[in-house]
T-cell receptor, first 114, second 118 residues
């Protein structure tokens, strides 16, 4: 079956530090890959996505590249801000399955200090 | 942008009672909604796919008689936890896909409902 593994948190950084949150996956076929962010008290929001190998998703300074050879989709940001503090989820949606059925990683809590 | 509202955001109930959670798409129609459950410090687990006008499709291991799902309109799906017990305490999250949307695999999530069963 499908699975997503994220690096365990929590991750604590100082403002302007470089961020990497690792994500690897197992899936059949050619899944689409996503990063979702959950701010305190809010629902999950799509941060970025990539639908095929070598695609790079980017949004709000965050980037992730779909690496089929390493089955990875690591999230990076060059300079984090306090407002980036949230829980980040890596997820996949398999091709050929019901649209919208997502398999999530366990989530990584990010805390950014001033 | 698309908004999904969940109500209530928090509910506390006694063991043995039933609790209903609503998921509404506020500015779009959704033929399909999804219900997830999130345990503390764990990932979201898909419970079921809610289909407007037809029966919900449950994931393996999810008791359909325990978690009743109704999707009576294009903007509303409800999850009823029947005869709730403390082990049902969890964070329940719904998501919906805009029927008229063109984006691939883009879902809108509700803010979640935290259920505590005493």
């Amino acid at each position: 079956g499908n699975s997503v593994t994220q690096m365990e948190g929590p991750v604590t950084l100082s403002e302007e530090a470089f961020l990497t949150i690792n994500c690897t996956y197992t899936a059949t076929g050619y899944p689409s890959l996503f990063w979702y962010v959950q701010y305190p008290g809010e629902g999950l929001q799509l941060l970025l996505k990539a639908t095929k190998a070598d695609d790079k998703g980017s949004n709000k300074g965050f980037e992730a590249t779909y690496r089929k050879e390493t089955t990875s989709f690591h999230l990076e940001k060059g300079s984090v801000q306090v407002s980036d503090s949230a829980v980040y989820f890596c997820a996949l949606s398999s091709s050929g399955t019901s649209y919208g059925k997502l398999t999530f990683g366990q989530g990584t809590i990010l805390t950014v200090h001033p | 942008g698309a908004v999904v509202s969940q109500h209530p955001s928090r509910v506390i109930c006694k063991s043995g009672t039933s609790v209903k959670i609503e998921c509404r798409s506020l500015d779009f129609q959704a033929t399909t909604m999804f219900w997830y459950r999130q345990f503390p410090k764990q990932s979201l687990m898909l419970m079921a796919t809610s289909n407007e006008g037809s029966k919900a499709t449950y994931e393996q291991g999810v008791e359909k008689d325990k978690f009743l799902i109704n999707h009576a309109s294009l903007t509303l799906s409800t999850l009823t936890v029947t005869s709730a017990h403390p082990e049902d305490s969890s964070f329940y999250i719904c998501s919906a896909r805009d029927t008229g949307g063109s984006g691939a695999n883009v879902l809108t999530f509700g803010a979640g409902s935290r259920l505590t069963v005493l």
